[in-house]
């Protein structure tokens, strides 16, 4: 009879303590852009990069765009202004939620996931679905903690290390020239042994490597080298000086040919976007290898800078 009384007291209980719809949700503070957090949530390509490994079963971590965690799947179906809708389903049941991304400030974001179970006015039901909002709720904290760790290095999320720095090369001593196609390794260290032989004519000092900054428009190519100076030099119609402000700029290295500087520019771009920044001028390739000593493009260490406000 105790043990009879005890349960009728529970179900009691349950009945009104345990709401009919019960509502939980899961919030999380990042270390992110906005932008940033929703390609990472958002794009099945990103969500690879960091959905946790499977634990305890036999089972791929994603499969057929079906993310897995511990027998849960996750499907992220339909975008939404601000996030995106989320089905989780265990077994046969399936329960829909909702992912929104607050901005807090530039670089800084809540995360609040959010879920219901259907009404219900059966007691044993509502136990049930109390225990399995519990169950849930633990394994989206599982999700949100591990695009936390995804997010908070930006090696991550744009593949380069991004360092902002103050402009230190504010003098440059420049020629430009157009082309029809490509120029060459041979035609681009042509134009900088011309600028090297200049600033030895007058008594100039090299500061850092050469530069460069080639721009494609329908078909032609305007180029332009550039070597840092410690002062100025007088011009002339083939060699112009440029004058840096010494203001922000953002930096990072590539090792690789023509293709992977240009990647780590629309990277640097995409950086940029996410982090509400203007750029002043253009983007410029410092060349740290000697492209012609080091013939094997695949081993060529370039410096790529882009000015920011």
Not at 14 to 37: E, H, N, W
Not at 114 to 124: A, D, G, I, V
Not at 152 to 160: C, H, P, Q, S, V
Not at 197 to 204: E, F, L, T
């Amino acid at each position: 009879m105790g043990i009879c009384a005890a349960l009728l007291l529970g179900l009691i209980a349950s009945y009104f303590l345990i709401p009919q719809t019960i509502v939980f949700s899961k919030v999380m503070f990042l270390r992110s852009t906005i932008g940033a957090a929703e390609r990472a949530f958002l794009n099945s390509k990103e969500r690879g990069k960091w959905w946790p490994q499977q634990t305890g079963d036999s089972l791929q971590t994603i499969v057929n765009g079906v993310h897995n965690l511990e027998n849960y799947k996750y499907e992220f179906p339909e975008k939404t202004y601000s996030g995106s809708t989320v089905k989780i389903i265990r077994g046969d049941k399936t329960v829909t939620s909702s992912i929104h991304f607050v901005p807090l400030k530039i670089d800084s974001i809540a995360v609040k996931w959010k879920s219901e179970l259907p009404e219900t006015k059966n007691p044993f039901k509502r136990i049930a679905n109390y225990l399995t909002a519990i169950a849930i709720k633990k394994n989206m904290a599982q999700v949100l903690e591990a695009v936390k760790i995804f997010l908070n290095k930006d090696e991550n999320i744009y593949g380069l290390r991004i360092i902002e720095e103050k402009v230190k090369d504010t003098i440059l001593l420049s020629t430009k020239w157009t082309s029809a196609a490509y120029p060459s390794t041979e035609v681009i260290y042509q134009k900088i042994d011309e600028l090297k032989k200049y600033i030895q004519a007058n008594n100039g000092i090299e500061t850092n490597h050469p530069m460069l900054n080639i721009f494609e428009n329908q078909g032609t190519y305007a180029n332009m080298v550039a070597i840092p100076l410690n002062r100025e030099l007088p011009e002339n119609d083939a060699f112009v000086l440029k004058k840096m402000i010494p203001g922000r700029i953002l930096t990072t290295e590539t090792i690789g040919g023509v293709y992977a500087s240009k990647a780590s520019v629309k990277k640097l771009e995409l950086y940029i976007d996410d982090h509400k920044m203007t750029s002043p001028a253009i983007p410029f390739e410092s060349l740290v290898s000697n492209r012609m000593a080091e013939r094997d493009s695949n081993k060529w260490v370039t410096k790529v800078y882009y000015p920011i406000y």
